[in-house]
């Protein structure tokens, strides 16, 4: 999707349509405009004009608050693994290598496959799941984690496996999150009221039509880019200001520091 071309549309598409539908106003109304017309259609029109900014308001701090909440769940995700990563090295050198090396794959492949697909599609990346399936076999019968060593390090084990859960929580979360849209039904009664308030503008009158045509341009043009803010907001990892991966990136230095001894 070009969101430019989209972004040019949903502003400018609307100003074009509170222009052209205060000159036709003009046009029908002309020498029928009676003595009171304003007091009567501007009355009506703050009202209508009330509720269509409460609704809208509520809607744009709505996404706004579920896009910041997808981004508080990346970060959280990614500096999980910090901890996770720090415990395993409280197992035998084998055990803890192999789930270091698992944890590093994992944060490699959400970075280089799960990325690009959730931004593409809005789908979880089988490589990544596979990945965390993995480390958690690594606790299993056959993995490195054998029996013995649950028994010899059962703080360390339980440990891992709780940071474990919460990372994989986080990344159900994410991928719930990337998924997320406002409904139909929503977007249907939040475009009706936009379309009902430019076009009871059109009908309040002004003695010079080019200040009633640039004031109703105005309003619709900033009803169009608040639809459009909802618009990209609504996709939190699709769209050009969606959630980069920079966080697991972070989380991949750090680790290295952790390998230093630091």
């Not at 990614?78 to 050198?93: D, E, M, Q, T």
Request: charged share 15%; aromatic share 8%.
């Amino acid at each position: 999707m070009n969101y430019l071309v989209l972004g040019v549309l949903m502003i400018a598409g609307p100003a074009v349509y509170a222009i052209a539908g205060v000159w036709l106003s003009r046009k029908l109304l002309h020498g029928r405009v009676q003595e009171g017309h304003n007091d009567v259609c501007v009355p009506i029109f703050l009202n209508a004009g009330v509720l269509f900014a409460v609704l809208l308001g509520f809607m744009v701090v709505a996404v706004w608050e579920s896009f910041d909440a997808a981004k508080v769940n990346v970060a959280t995700e990614a500096i999980s693994f910090v901890p996770l990563y720090r415990s395993s090295g409280n197992l035998p050198p084998e055990a803890g290598e192999k789930i270091r090396e698992l944890i590093r794959e994992y944060i490699h492949r959400v970075i280089e496959d799960e990325w690009p697909t959730q931004a593409s599609t809005g789908q979880p990346s089988s490589k990544a799941r596979k990945q965390t399936g993995d480390i958690f076999r690594a606790f299993g019968t056959n993995g490195p984690v054998t029996t013995q060593m649950k028994k010899d390090y059962p703080l360390s084990c339980n440990v891992l496996m709780q940071a474990l859960t919460e990372v994989t929580n986080d990344r159900n979360k994410r991928n719930i999150q990337a998924n997320e849209d406002i409904s139909t039904v929503m977007w249907i009664v939040i475009l009706s009221g936009a379309f009902v308030v430019i076009t009871m503008s059109f009908i309040i009158y002004m003695e010079s039509p080019l200040p009633h045509m640039i004031i109703s341009a105005l309003m619709a043009a900033l009803i169009g880019l608040l639809l459009f803010s909802c618009l990209i907001l609504s996709h939190p990892f699709r769209g050009p200001i969606a959630i980069n991966s920079e966080a697991f990136e972070k989380t991949l230095v750090i680790l290295d520091d952790v390998d230093r001894g630091n």
